[in-house]
Each structure stands twice: as C-alpha cells, then as structure tokens.
C-alpha cells in the first residue's frame, strides 16, 4: 500500500448529502463539533437547512475531526466535502501540502479529476484535499501578480471558519483592471461572496477588493450595491472627472440619502423554495378561485363539545379540525377533484388517496407539509396528526417526506384575521381551500336577522383538471358540511 493510499484511507471526507428529494444544496446552520473532537459513527455534527426544512446530519465514521471545510451561514451544494475526520489519530501528525511562492491551485483528487465541475482550487475557497500531499504549480498569467504566502494562508484560516489572526501580508502589486482577481484575471473571493454577489446582481469583476491580497469581501460587494452609502470602498474615479451626486430624499434639514434606509437580505431556503415553486404553479396551472360565505354557528359550538368529549382528551381541537374534515368528506363525494396532471405524457392521474397538505407559517418561511392517507383517517387520529404537523413545523424539524406528495392543501388565512383570499396552488395539486376568519355578523337565520358566526371560503383549482360545475360542487358540499356539521356523520 502507497503512503498516499494509507493517508486517503486515514482521513475519510463526508460530502454534503441529499438529504430531500432532487435539492441541490444546503445552509450550514451550526457545527456541533470542532477540530480536534472525537466522533463516532451515527453522531450528530452539525445541522443544515435546505430549501424545505433543517436537517441533522450524522457522522459515518470513528475518529478526531480533522477539518471543518465550511462555516456556519455557508450554503453547499450537495456532494461537496464539508468535514474530514482522522480515523487513526495515533498514527501521528499529518502531512502538511507543500507551500509554493507561486500561484496555485489545489491538487484535484481522482473525482475531480472525472468531474472538473466539482470542487474547485483556493482562489474559490474550498482548499486542497485532506488526501492530496502535494500541489500542482500553475504559471502566472502576465500581468497578473503571484499572490503573497501569508496572504494565502490568511484566506485558508478564514475559509476554514477558524477565526485565526492571519499575519499581515505584503504588499501587493495592483492588478491592471483595478478589481481583486486571481488566476487568469478572475476575481479573488469566497464562495459565500461569490454566492451573495450573484444573489444580488453584482460583477465581482466591477468590485473594487479591501480584503488581505486583493480578497474581496462581503462588505464590498455591499457597498457595491450600494455606493451611496459606501463610497468609501468605492474604486478611484480617474483624475478630471467629477462624481455623481448619490441618490437622495430631501429632508426638512437636509438630505437623507435613500439606500441608507433599505436593506438586502439575499433569497434562500424556504423562502427561495416558495418563490419558485409559486411562480412555477401560477404560470403553468389555470387557476380558477370561487368564493362561498357560510354561517358556521353549529360547527363552532360543536368544537367546544369536542374539547369535553373523553376521546379527544390531550388532542388539539379547533375549528381547522373540522374544516379539514369537511374538505375530505367532500373530496370523497367528489373524488374525481383528487387528480394531477402529467404534462410530460398528457395524461390526468386520478388518486385514490388524499395526501392533505396543511400551510403552516414558521420562522423560516411558509411550507406545507403534508398528512398522508387523511382521507381514510377517524376524527382523533386527524387531529393528533394535525397537532403533530403543526408543532413539528414551528420548531423547523418537518422532515422532506412529509413536504412532498400533497394531493390538496388547506391554508387557514382566518388567524392572521384576514376573511379570505386567492391562494395559488400547490404546485402538483388539483386544489387549495383557503378558511378565513370567523366573525360574528348579522345574518337571517330561519327568518330573523341575528348575530350568527360566519365565515367565508375560498377555493382555488386547475380547471385543466376541474371545471367550475365540479369545483362548485366541492365548494357548496364544504360549506354545507360546516352549516349543518351532523352531515360528517350521514355524509361520511
């Protein structure tokens, strides 16, 4: 055995996995461990967050961390190394990659060498690989200057999330187009710089660099979309040419300049998820949405006799529980509603199950998780799962199975006291109900006018695959169900 096959055995890499369905990357939320712990197999090290929920990732060996190739609030995309761990720390210490004063890229492994798509040299953050022993010099392009040895190291150290002081580097000779750039004149930063600048629209050519060796930081691609209010990074203007004056709000005592009032978040996650797969869902499905106002005084009162009924002790009971309910019985009446279309073979899937989406606001966007086989479940058993899928939610912990395959959803708009609106659907679903605030209004009831509870509906669905008499239908039956709630037992 080669000492470079007994090294690549000893340090074992754990790539980012693909913890959802088809997702191709993930935020690094927190490291539960640092180099130099012991680690053993199935132990958690760190928690990420993809596109649909935060996820806890679990080591596969035994042995000493070695290196964290990431840190927290970095998103990486699925399959690249993000931890090293030594599987054999007594064997002593390990080799260290030889240092060269040139310029110079990290010596790809067999799997990039078959994928040049993939992990990419320093001058991009990831580094050498834990098993490489030596790097490959490339020539410096002319014009282009070497880049310092502690100005390397100092990017490497940071990279490595390891907050060490880096020492000072040297001088370094300006580049002729004034920006931080690296190995043929492509710009010198971080793959979370690289990845902000792309989210907010911004050249990293156009950049002028403040960092350690021509490193372009967070803060200039910031104050590159927003000069006015950081001019100091700012690139010189060539002598004899005048600035313009920044953007600004006139003031009663002065000017106030706009963009020190607005901030930028970059879209990520859930919320990027959401925008997508709502975009995707308005644009390709027909959506159709009708509306039904409905006295809902006997389903209220029959809640609060449910929240005394020994069957339901310890279970959440509350109107949202009987308005699914209602939606599924309907859906049984009408099940032909329980369909999706294949467009790639133009085709309509009729289900004969109900996966029952349900929209839940969390502190990191909206999702929808969903209870599968709702349909065929008893009131109690809806309600824990409800309670379940709720609770789950909030704490950010619902798991990628339970966000995909939805068949309908329900979003319940009432508790932020909204009477309804035009919910887009799901994308891959035949039809969403949104349940609006309950309220007590004026209402004729057997021939008088009195304060009733009172509610409004609203049903969106893909009238490729329901038309308005059958989506009326499961509407009116929705609403009837809620006005006279007996009809969940003679209906179901």
């Known amino acids: ?20 369905e088809g997702l191709t990357e993930a935020e690094i939320l927190k490291w539960y461990v640092q180099p130099g712990d012991t680690v053993t197999d199935g132990q958690v ?35 690249t190394v993000i931890i090293s761990v030594d599987t054999d720390p007594g064997a002593g210490p390990a080799a ?5 004063p040139a310029p110079q890229e990290a010596a790809a492994s067999p799997e990039e060498e078959a994928e040049p798509q993939g992990r990419q040299a320093v001058l991009v953050g990831y580094g050498a690989a834990p098993s490489s022993t030596k790097r490959r010099a490339r020539k410096p392009q002319a014009g282009v200057p070497a880049q310092p040895e502690p100005a390397r190291a100092a990017l490497q150290a940071e990279l490595n999330g390891r907050a060490a002081a880096a020492p000072a580097a040297a001088p370094v000779a300006p580049v002729a187009n004034g920006t931080g750039a690296g190995q043929a004149g492509r710009p010198l930063a971080k793959p979370p710089v690289r990845k902000l600048a792309k989210d907010l629209g911004i050249d990293l050519a156009a950049v002028a660099p403040t960092g350690p060796g021509g490193l372009i930081t967070r803060e200039d691609v910031h104050a590159a979309a927003a000069p006015a209010v950081a001019s100091v990074a700012a690139p010189a203007e060539p002598a004899g040419q005048v600035s313009a004056a920044p953007e600004s709000v006139p003031a009663e005592h002065g000017v106030v300049d706009a963009a020190a009032r607005e901030r930028r978040v970059p879209v990520k996650g859930v919320r990027k998820a959401t925008a997508q797969a709502m975009v995707a869902s308005a644009f390709t499905a027909p959506h159709v949405t009708e509306f039904i106002t409905v006295d809902v005084t006997r389903t209220m009162k029959l809640v609060q006799e449910l929240k005394q009924d020994p069957d339901m002790a310890g279970l959440r009971v509350n109107p949202l529980l009987l308005v699914a309910k209602a939606f599924l019985v309907a859906i049984k009446r009408h099940p032909e509603v329980n369909a999706a279309w294949d467009e790639a073979r133009q085709e309509i899937v009729y289900k004969d199950y109900v996966n029952l989406g349900i929209a839940a606001a969390t502190p990191r966007g909206l999702i929808v998780p969903n209870i599968k086989d709702a349909g065929v479940k008893t ?25 995909t395959g939805g068949t309908v959803t329900i979003t319940n708009v009432g508790v932020f006291g909204v009477d309804t609106g035009t919910p887009i659907l799901n994308p891959g679903e035949s039809a969403i109900l949104a349940f609006g605030a309950v309220k007590l209004q004026p209402w004729v009831h057997k021939g008088k006018v009195k304060a009733r509870q009172v509610t409004t509906l609203a049903l969106s669905f893909d009238h490729r695959l329901i038309d308005g008499e059958l989506g009326s239908k499961l509407l009116a039956d929705v609403a009837a169900l809620l006005e006279r709630p007996k009809r969940l037992i003679t209906w179901g």
């Open 1 to 20: 055995m080669t000492a470079s096959t007994a090294q690549a055995q000893r340090f074992r890499e754990f790539k980012m996995p693909d913890v959802g």
């Open 45 to 79: 090290v760190c928690e990420v967050e993809t596109a649909k929920a935060a996820v806890e990732l679990p080591i596969p060996y035994d042995g000493v961390v070695h290196e964290l190739n990431f840190g927290e609030g970095v998103t990486v995309d699925v399959g």
């Open 96 to 100: 260290a990659p030889a240092a060269q």
């Open 379 to 403: 009131l109690p058993q809806l309600a824990a799962e409800l309670g379940d899928l709720v609770a789950t939610a909030r704490d950010g912990k619902t798991s990628p199975a339970a966000m």
